[in-house]
């Protein structure tokens, strides 16, 4: 299907509402108090309130590949996690005319959970030709629950040790599910970012790492990350990007092959097609150099 995209976008945002608004996504912010702090933006008939719809996401404008798409096939399934939860639940999509053996990736959602967005991602993954599995870090305490708002008050009730568990398990997995050829990358977004990252210094024969505007790990293991890592930053990001410098120093100290890039002028979450932060020519060209990096690393 032709890709739609949102009907505003960041520059259509006081830059102050912006900020207000990355705050509530990252917990920093009650609804509440964006609604309090973004009122005096508000102008006309646009409330406070409408800013807030008009920022969050619209899943069923931005879906590229439909759940009954015929060129591929996706379900959910479950598998022991001893390590973590206990069991783990995610959406795995696979094309539908596979031949011969393929590479995997581990698709990592925001903090929200396996949302509809990130189901998309997972088929847009399997569309070119991988195994793609997206868990959801939510699943044991009922699962995405439908709607942002209330997948926001669920996420900070995870033992995110567990959760961990669970991911570490999920790549694991995908080394040898069926036909699967061994190899594993993750791609994530936001928290799964910062996932990818983890996970990265935690499983040796991971072969690449791209973290989506992701906090960097614990510095102190970043020697023992053996994956190729691809960056991918906003430049409004400041917080992030501050932070970069000493992840790269890390990276370069301990032989880490990577590459990252800053993209300039966009928002955090700038590859999310579902939000106004979405900016098309950015996100196009870090998808591009992802499906690149997996490409020659994974087949």
């Not at 609604?35 to 102008?43: F, M, P």
């Not at 069923?60 to 022991?80: G, L």
């Amino acid at each position: 299907m032709a890709q739609q995209f949102p009907s505003k976008t960041a520059k259509d945002f006081h830059p102050e509402v912006l900020k207000l608004f990355d705050q509530y996504v990252h917990g920093g912010l009650s609804r509440r108090g964006f609604l309090s702090s973004a009122s005096k933006y508000a102008a006309g008939v646009v409330t406070a309130e409408g800013l807030l719809q008009a920022l969050s996401p619209n899943f069923a404008m931005a879906q590229q590949v439909k759940a009954d798409d015929a060129r591929i096939v996706a379900s959910y399934v479950e598998y022991p996690s001893p390590n973590g939860y206990g069991t783990l639940r995610g959406y795995l999509v696979k094309p539908a005319n596979a031949k011969g053996p393929l590479p995997t990736v581990l698709v990592v959602h925001e903090n929200r959970g396996l949302n509809p967005h990130i189901e998309d991602v997972a088929r847009r993954v399997a569309l070119d030709n991988f195994i793609a599995f997206a868990p959801d870090a939510l699943f044991p305490l009922g699962g995405y629950p439908g709607t942002e708002d209330k997948a926001r008050e669920l996420f900070p009730k995870l033992d995110q040790t567990k959760t961990r568990e669970d991911f570490i398990t999920a790549a694991g997995i995908l080394k040898t599910i069926a036909g699967s050829n061994g190899k594993v990358g993750v791609v994530g977004f936001c928290y799964g970012g910062a996932i990818a990252n983890f996970l990265a210094t935690k499983i040796p024969d991971l072969a690449a790492a791209v973290p989506f505007y992701g906090g960097a790990p614990a510095l102190d293991t970043v020697a023992n990350i053996k994956a190729e890592v691809l960056v991918h930053h906003a430049s409004k990001d400041e917080r992030l990007v501050a932070g970069w410098p000493k992840y790269e120093e890390a990276l370069k100290a301990a032989g880490v092959k990577y590459q990252s890039f800053v993209y300039e002028g966009v928002e955090h979450g700038f590859n999310n097609d579902t939000t106004p932060r979405f900016d098309q020519a950015a996100a196009k060209l870090a998808w591009t150099r992802t499906l690149d990096l997996f490409n020659r690393t994974l087949r």
